[in-house]
């Protein structure tokens, strides 16, 4: 599957705002472009006058500078007039704020996490409950969604412009929004059969981008939002729920790692091919001999990976920094036993240790 | 003895004949200008340093409009290398830019060098401290740059197979933007982190700021001659007191703000970092209590600028002088009032967003105000298109597009979609460099022929302004419709559909870049070939025409005469030299209605 940070952004772009997609779009559109007119209106006047007195009253054409001017009513006129607009465009500008606010009292719930450089959307399963992580947003046309957010690192900002929504996700407090998706993307990659054409249906969904600046790949904290029909909505929900099969067949260990690798984010700072990221890169790293910053070593084995996973600030392989934040509670045990079978599959090492490769667990 | 010798309060300076004895040649030999306490000489100190810094600030700023040119990596094949120089640069460039050129550009250049001419006294009222401000600017100027550089550094001469690059000691760079916020800037690079190095530079440069604001508030206080009264101060001087009273009480917030981030650093206390119990908006907050009224220690020294230009070849008197004197004051003590306008998206409460939302609202009132009255003064004006003259012109533009794309910042609905976009990239362009720079630019033309007692180029004048503003608009305008369209601020790569705005933008650029390069030629040339100055070459009536130019060492032969500073009328200009010489007595043009 591809990752959403190798998909290219779709342009969603309308004219100047990108197209409505949510319910409270609408008002705030309509906010944007009265002040809009009130701005034009402003410019061109000013303008005007400013063209207008520099010729109409150029020295050569009027050498002798009327006398000092003062004029009541004309300065009330100017002081009142501003004021009544701005307080419109204030009241309007709550009032749209106040609708974003509160939040309908039934609402999807997702919550997200944000991480230098990726979000995990949790979601519950429709049927049994248990949790989905996703690293894309799928949402239901038509209906409430509140989002949770924290982060595990430092502030992110979760943007999405064509529902015109925004919010920090700041690390140590909740913060919450929600929104009311209104245009279903117009396919659903969950009804294609190949990979290309999911690819492309996803590159066609929504843009989500972070927005408080984080560091290296900040520009590529991107990903995308998926909004279908309320059925599609709960079936891809379902879909999604058990990466560890594939139309009712088990998938083998270090495919379901793959999935993991890419949609957990691990990618963002992880290679497989050998190129050194912001962190080292998996490939050969399962049996080779690890060298940490407080100068000791170890072995990379089973239990080496998943407490690097767990507690990675516990040994810091030499020259990388401690910028990993801890999984512990976000991927359970079989997800790491999934993600060391994928690190085996990439590891040259694994293989000249000798023995098949493992399936157990 | 009035009758017989000639009235000194009217300087006959013809053009041509330069005084023989100024404050330039006073004393001669490089100390004698490094330790001089006049601030006429400290004030070009400045400007040779804050002009330093400004090149600086834009060679980075050109650098990153060409990583942006493509969304692909520019300036290194590796992605991640490119990325973090991106983010160093535009952290340099926003540092540079707002600590060491903006704020002082107005105030310490133009201010310390005009401030006490117009007033009527010989100097400040403290030389000693003016000096010390000055060195205390060019240390926190060098330690800041240092520290950023070295970060460039590292990462320009980064080595893939030693592992590393150049590294200075302590030059650890800072990749956070000019915000400087938590925990991203205190946790990132752990103790390779250049955060708190940044902050002192900062910190050092804002003390050079307070030295400067208490000089001048105490200058305007005391050292006003006989007949100054409040209401006969140059709105210039309105201007540079009510910034001078933000410098004084905003700048000590960040030197708290310095402390916290060091006791946290060493003590392990937690006060902005959430992995110790502490809050990260909180160095929010404390970070926009003193940068939101720094915006305005950027902004009112530029009004104050344009007050002056616009009166002055408009041959008329001010509109509404009391509105704008007393509306300067107002909004430095209201722009302590808006911070929160920062953080509308940062969780804080629903109803201290719109308390924040509305005050915001109440400063844009009197800036507009502002702008009608100078339309009012241009109205029935005898307008003279000389240099200075076309910058306040474009600088209204410059304004007007600022301010009103403040109200879409300032709605709580719009600006949660604006919000950390090129929107806000856009609108404070337009304030910040759009309004104070021209401001200073239109500044530097006026004075320039009392600074130096040259005259500049009028023609390539006209042009450079020109040029710079059709490169300005260029570079921003588009900025405002990448914004609204959803591209987020500080990114080094973006998604294909914004790559045109990013182009036209980056074309802009380097058409301001053109502009500014013929306006320090224009003032290179003037320095060495240009005609001799007269005292007066553009007729106003504040005090700093009444004397020669450049002026001697303690600024006036004769104590001159104060009156009101906007009433021109008894100055005539004599056609051939371009020089205005004062006709006591003449009648004020007859009442046209
Ligand atoms: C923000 C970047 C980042 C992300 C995202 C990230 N890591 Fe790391 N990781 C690092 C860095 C840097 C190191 C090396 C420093 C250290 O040991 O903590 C590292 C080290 C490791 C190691 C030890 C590697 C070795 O060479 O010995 C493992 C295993 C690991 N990460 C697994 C993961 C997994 C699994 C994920 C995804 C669930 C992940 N990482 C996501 C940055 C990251
Ligand atoms: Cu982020």
Redesign the pocket.
Known sequence: MLSPHQLLAASHQGFFMPKQASSIAPHVDWLMWFINAVSIFFTVLIFGLVIYFAIRYRASRNPVPAPAGHNNMLEAVWTIIPSIIVLVIFFFGFRGYMEMSVQPVAAHQVRVIG??WGWTFEYRHPVDGTPIKLDRLILPEGEPVQFIMESTDVIHSLFIPSMRMKKDVVPGRFNKFWVQPTRANEVNPYLLPTDEEKAAAWAAAYDVYCTEYCGTKHSKMLTKALVLPPDQYRAALIIEGNIFEKDGQPLPLEIVGETLYTR???N???SIDGKSG???TWKD?FGAQ?QFTDGTSAV?DENY?KE??LY??R???AP?????AS?LGQ?NDREIGA?IEYMKSVSAKHQTLGGPQSNAD | MSTIAPDIRVPSQPSGEAPKHHYLNHTKGVLSWLLTLDHKRIGLMYMVAVLAAFLIGGIFAVLLRLELFHPDPTFNSDPTKAWDLYNHFFTLHGAVMVFMFIIPAVPAILGNFVLPIMLGAKDVAFPRLNLASFWVYVLGGLFLLYVLFGGVLYIATYDEITGTGIRLPGGFGLDTGWTFYTPYSTSAGGTQSGVIAATMGVFILGFSSILTGLNFIATIHMLRPKGMTWFRLPLFLWALYSTSLIQVLATPVLAITLLLLLAERILRIGIFDPSIGGDPVLYQHFFWFYSHPAVYIMVLPALGVISELITTFSRRHIFGYHFIAISSVAIALLGFLVWGHHMFTSGQSALTNAIFSLITFSVAIPSAVKVFNWVATLWGGSIHLRTPMIYALCFIGLFVIGGLTGLHLGTLSTDIHLHDTYFVVAHFHYVMVGSSLFAFLGGMYYWFPKMFGKMYSERWGIVGAIITYVGFNLTFFVQFIAGAQGMPRRYASYPDGYTIYHQISTVGALVVSVGLFMILFNWLHGLIKGKPAPANPWGGNTLEWQTSSPPPHDNFATTPEVGDPYDMHEWEEDKRTGAWTKVPGKAAPAHAH
């Open positions: 991480f230098k957990r984010g691990c963002q700072c992880h912001i962190g080292p790293l690890r990379a990976i690097s996973i990675p600030g040994k810091i392989v990388y920094g401690n910028v990993m999984y991927l993600l």
